[in-house]
């Protein structure tokens, strides 16, 4: 199910792996609930007790997947979870992860954040030589591929290397072997995942909240093309050749991630309050409240806050028991729903020169709405500020922006797209600006959906460090 009131991009998914002394299943549900915002479409375990694997997935939260008696049934101190977002019209229980195969070498669990760009190509390539796919994912291509590498007796960490050299695009994995677990981050390293001790083994998540929430300790960030085994007291790790530069996927501190987590060496929360301040610098305006779009956009209006010395206040109430329930797959609806989700708070907005800060804009229908609101509860003027440049590219890394029809910046100057939103003024964090609130250098980053240039061979769009678009 996807909420249609909500136009903001979609990640697809979040993992976890853990190597304890006790039963692994309970530890892995509450990890995924840490990561429930990574995906609310499908959730799934699989576990190992001494070799023999057994797991439960399907369509819904965490709390409906894994909430049943079978829960129980999942026995073994080794596991691997998933959540996932699936875009409409894909059966969300057939593609609900882990994937689970035999193979020479034993059952083998996977678990996938991000998306393969050469996925087609491969698919087509071992269907014509007669391997059958169960599910439309690229994760079965992945783990069909380890599988086939994993003959009897095969060292796992060379098949899963083996696999590696095949895949092109973004892959975070967490993959159980028999009794073994694995982590995987793909070469550029697009998509998180950080090792963390707690007090009854060792756990690899896509976000160090897991390790915080769970009282265990963050580690590390597990490199870009690396390959990790944890086991209950300890771990061994493999690295890949890796190119001269990464791709870590800027979204992940704009937008997806939580912001208590840490991704690669950077505090989300941090980089959305200083995004905010740089915002505040490139886009002065005068007025007398700042307010955010509840709630990703908190940090960034704060930091706008800080940074302009207007007031912070909260301008709008978010409805947040609603979300998976309402459906309305109508636009008409579509815009009922907005004003279900949020309302203002008069108090905050009447007669006030209001800034709203949002992290970011991709079709802008839902802040059209947003803005109209205020309007109707007495904001006098609206100057809309936005945590990110503008998106103008699809992403094939493993977010759910695949058109460039739907990008309102792809077809709309500054000026038209303040009017459409019904805006008094509009201002985007230049993409110098973002790059200075990452501090991470802009070789290291993934930035395609903002430029256009694509860190790996991408069909039909430009690769990174050729010449730069005209944008
Ligand atoms: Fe992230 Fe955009 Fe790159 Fe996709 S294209 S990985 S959303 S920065």
Redesign the pocket.
């Given at each position: 199910m996807v909420d249609p009131m909500d136009d903001d991009?979609k990640h697809y998914c979040g993992v976890v792996a853990m190597a304890l002394d006790v039963r692994a299943a309970p530890e892995l549900k509450r990890a995924l609930r840490v990561m429930q915002h990574r995906g609310q479409e499908a959730a799934g375990i699989a576990v190992s007790d001494k070799g023999s694997l057994s797991y439960l997935r399907g369509a819904g939260l965490v709390h409906e997947v894994l909430g049943g008696k079978e829960f129980d049934s999942l026995k073994g101190c080794v596991g691997i979870g998933h959540v996932r977002y699936a875009t409409t019209g894909t059966s969300c229980s057939d593609n609900a992860q882990p994937i689970v195969v035999t193979s020479a070498a034993g059952d083998v669990a996977l678990g996938h954040n991000g998306d393969i760009v050469n996925s087609a190509k491969l698919r087509s390539k071992y269907q014509s030589d007669g391997w059958a796919f169960l599910t439309t994912t690229d994760s079965e291509i992945i783990v069909r591929i380890l599988a086939n590498e994993l003959k009897q007796g095969a060292d796992p960490v060379k098949a899963i290397r083996s696999t590696m050299k095949l895949l092109d695009g973004?892959y975070s994995l967490v993959i159980m072997i028999g009794n073994r677990v694995f982590g995987v981050r793909d070469p550029l390293g697009?998509r998180p995942l950080c090792l963390g001790k707690l007090s009854r083994g060792y756990c690899l998540a896509s976000e160090s909240a897991v390790f915080d929430i769970l009282q265990g300790e963050f580690i590390r960030d597990i490199l870009p093309g690396e390959v990790i085994e944890i086991t209950t007291d300890s771990y061994s790790s493999s690295r890949t050749a890796r190119p001269s530069s990464r791709?870590h996927?800027?979204?992940?501190w704009v937008y997806f991630a939580r912001p208590d987590s840490v991704i690669d060496g950077r505090e989300v929360y941090e980089v959305r309050k200083i995004i905010g301040k740089i915002l505040a610098r490139e886009h002065p305006v005068d007025a007398d409240v700042v307010i955010p779009v509840p709630d990703s956009g908190r940090a960034h209006a704060l930091g706008f806050a800080i940074g302009s010395g207007i007031p912070y206040d909260e301008g709008l109430m978010k409805n947040r028991y609603i979300e998976r329930t309402f459906i309305m797959p109508e636009q008409l609806q579509r815009e009922e729903g907005v004003s279900i989700k949020l309302n203002p708070i008069r108090s905050t907005i009447k007669d006030k020169r209001v800034v709203v800060v949002d992290d970011s804009i991709v079709r802008g229908t839902t802040l059209r709405k947003i803005v109209q609101m205020l309007r109707r509860g007495g904001a006098r003027e609206i100057h809309v500020r936005i945590g990110c440049p503008p998106?103008v590219?699809?992403?094939?890394?493993?977010?759910d922006?695949k058109t460039r029809e739907q990008f309102i910046a792809n077809n709309k100057t500054m000026p038209e797209i303040a009017e459409y939103l019904t805006a008094d003024s509009l201002g985007y964090i230049s993409l110098k600006g973002l790059e200075e609130a990452l501090n991470i250098p802009e070789n290291d980053?993934?930035?395609?959906?903002?430029n256009g240039e694509?860190?790996t061979n991408v069909p039909g769009e430009k690769m990174r460090f050729q010449r730069k678009l005209d944008i």
């Open positions: 991009p973004a697009f791709a996927c800027m979204f992940e998106v590219a699809p992403c094939y890394y493993g977010v922006m980053l993934c930035l395609a959906c903002l694509y860190p």
